[in-house]
């Protein structure tokens, strides 16, 4: 099959054509030796079938860039058939390298000037015929997200599939190939973005409109997506005990224990991130789509510069209080590898909503209305700190080696259809790529707490539980129980799990297993323990996330080592500290 | 002449120099900022953020530190010149 590639800075729309011409075929894989995935699709170019493939965005064909490397690799080692040259109309003085760069590949090449409407908008002037005949290369004017030149990208598409690499121009016969065909007129400015930006990014109301469209979109994805979410799994519920259940009430109890509360637990797991992780670009693909994504790094970079990180970090950082997985996910955005894996490093600090309920339940239980709201705050505050902290100590290993210069694109309507096709794929790749591992930690986490034979499930006699008896010294000093340990197991699965592992534990639900609460523990060891369920390692779907969009299991290993680590550390200074004053005090 | 991280907010200066290595003078010329091109300032953050600059019609943020390394002659002066 014959392979055409799209390839241009970033912003150009190179993503939005695939969208546009394939549809929901797109999809997200893998390529020999490269380390990012790559989104590409089936095509009819016309009569044969090609395939195109989206590269990532960069700025020079001899740069040094992560996503520079893998165009280059991927030219030299895949050999494809056709270029089509991505350029952003509005803005062609600065891309006439890359194209001078781009014909010198011995590979056919297209040229697509596309955003021609905010080309024409700006009152640029583009004679495509004597561009085409100065450059010696076919091409159309388009608009991606409209879907307006693509009959004519077809015709090109198909005759240079047939073609002959061009002449290699350098980059002074580019440019005077643009100075008789591209017209800019002196003052070009976008009116309307210039407006947005003076309130957007106001010297002193810039950040608190930033704060308050955060707040708006986080009550937005799980507002809306904790419902669906709940859905989900309701629905799981209801398809296991009015079918399943009596499907399988013939086999022994150990089959059947494997089958529900194995497998079939794992696969619920997966399914119900679908909703969010939908939701979650969706609502990012406003932010990134209309132009406020790079907007926020600018508002927030004196803050976050410090840490190591910049804008966009805390960005995603924020939407893992929702829930980390779709947080991981949305790093993609970063394209420096070191600032992108410093930010997934700090990602799992944030108190994510699976948490949450495992610390209402706990606070309910040990503290009164009116410490409530400030206990919950603290440990909210210990979430930023300790991704600020983590942030601060790795910044050395993970350096930002792309300096911190972020084109500020005007502001776009995003397209729904865009922004659908993006959480469609995502969804499907985060399926994909990820299930056999969260459902490798699901049947994990049941065998150890259902074997040996004749144990009783989840309580201290199974293998968890004598791993919880093995962990009591060095979880004593923290004051959490044998009982408590065996919870956090439990919690590796999904944080929220604790909760119900605790009712199964200790025998008791609801108001029951509060007051168990209560009798087994006081409110320093309750706080010790929220501390420590706080940081402690991630849960099995996020770390599946880390090492899916890593590819390094040594990373994911410091992704899970690391917050071990400090959890252990925190829970066990706050622990005896607080000790040593109630003797002392 | 002076660096760009020194210009006010509205200044507009034509690029004399770039004192960058290789990697950030290219992710720059990408940019279409490189010797000759004219530059606006956009805005400055608060508390020591990035600058916004403009040249031709694609908008930048960059660090001060990094526009630290880019020299500039006043449009203003230019003209003044004979």
């Known amino acids: ?125 583009i004679k495509p015929e004597v561009l085409s005949q100065n450059l010696g290369l076919p091409m159309c004017l388009l608009s991606a997200k409209y879907g307006q030149g693509t009959a004519q990208l077809q015709k090109l598409m198909r005759e240079g599939l047939k073609a002959q690499a061009p002449q290699a121009l350098t980059p002074s016969k580019v440019e005077q190939a643009f100075q008789t065909g591209v ?24 950040l608190p409109i930033f704060f308050a469209m955060m707040l708006l979109l986080f009550e937005g994805v799980f507002a809306i997506g904790k419902p669906l979410q709940d859905g989900m799994s309701w629905l799981f519920a209801s398809l ?110 944030s108190l994510c909503s699976a948490r949450l309920q495992v610390f209402v339940l706990f606070i309910a239980a040990m503290f009164t209305t009116e410490q409530a709201p400030w206990v919950l705050f603290s440990l909210y505050l210990v979430s930023i700190l300790m991704a600020m902290l983590t942030s601060v100590i790795f910044k050395k290993q993970y350096v930002n080696v792309d300096a911190f210069v972020l084109e500020i694109p005007p502001y776009r309507l995003p397209t ?74 439990f919690g590796f699965v999904a944080k929220e799990v604790v909760i119900g592992a605790l009712a199964v534990i200790y025998g008791h639900e609801g108001q029951a297993l509060i007051d168990a609460i209560v009798h087994n523990m006081d409110w320093v060891s309750a706080y010790s323990f929220m501390l420590f369920a706080l940081i402690y390692t991630p849960c099995v779907s996020t770390i599946a996330t880390i090492r899916n969009e890593t590819k390094s299991w040594t990373f994911t290993a410091l992704s899970v080592a690391w917050p071990l680590c400090v959890a252990w550390l925190i829970s066990l200074t706050f622990y005896q500290t607080a000790m040593w004053i109630r003797l002392h005090a | 002449m002076i660096a760009l991280d020194h210009f006010q907010v509205g200044d507009q200066g034509k690029i004399t120099g770039i004192q960058a290595e290789i990697e950030l003078r290219q992710r720059l010329a990408a940019m279409g900022l490189r010797e000759g091109g004219v530059v606006q300032v956009l805005r400055k953050a608060s508390m020591g953020g990035p600058i916004h600059v403009r040249v031709g019609t694609t908008e930048v943020i960059m660090r001060r530190i990094d526009a630290q390394r880019i020299t500039v002659v006043p449009l203003l002066e230019l003209m003044a010149a004979p």
């Open chain 1, 183 to 206: 017209m800019v007129p002196a003052q070009a400015s976008h009116q309307l973005t210039e407006r947005i930006d003076k309130v957007l990014l106001h010297p002193w109301l810039g």
């Open chain 1, 416 to 489: 729904l259809r865009q922004m659908v096709l993006k959480g469609w794929q995502e969804v499907r790749h985060f399926l994909s790529r990820t299930t056999r591992f969260i459902m490798l930690g699901v049947l994990l986490i049941w065998v150890l707490t259902n074997f040996p034979q004749g144990a009783t499930a989840g309580s201290l006699e199974t293998w968890a539980g004598q791993l919880s008896h093995w962990m009591a010294p060095l979880l004593q000093p923290l004051g959490i129980n044998e009982q408590l340990t065996l919870a956090l197991v």
């Open chain 1, 1 to 125: 099959m014959k392979k055409i590639v799209l390839i241009g800075m970033p912003n150009t729309g190179k993503s939005t054509l695939l969208n546009r011409l394939t549809g929901a075929h797109a999809k997200v894989g893998n390529w020999p030796g490269l380390t990012v995935s790559l989104l590409s699709a089936r095509l009819l170019v016309g009569d044969q079938m090609a395939q195109l493939i989206d590269l990532p965005g960069i700025y020079d064909l001899n740069g040094y860039s992560d996503d520079e490397q893998v165009v280059t690799t991927y030219l030299q080692t895949q050999k494809p058939d056709l270029i089509l040259f991505m350029m952003n109309a509005s803005q062609v003085d600065r891309q006439l390298n890359l194209l001078s760069q781009v014909t010198s590949q011995g590979i056919p090449v297209v040229m697509v000037m596309n955003m021609a409407d905010e080309a024409s908008a700006l009152g640029i002037t």
């Open chain 1, 240 to 349: 296991r005990t009015e079918a399943l259940e009596p499907l399988l009430s013939g086999l022994p109890a150990m089959a059947q224990g494997l089958l529900l509360d194995g497998l079939y637990n794992g696969i619920s797991t997966v399914a119900s991130f679908v909703p969010l992780i939908i939701l979650f670009f969706l609502f990012l693909g406003i932010v990134e789509d209309t132009g406020y994504l790079s907007r926020a790094a600018f508002l927030m970079d004196a803050l976050m510069s410090k840490f190591g990180m910049d804008g966009r970090s805390f960005v995603m950082l924020l939407m893992g209080f929702g829930c980390n997985v779709p947080a991981l996910l949305g790093t993609r955005v970063i394209r420096s590898k070191g600032l992108r894996y410093l930010t997934m490093l700090t990602i799992p600090f």
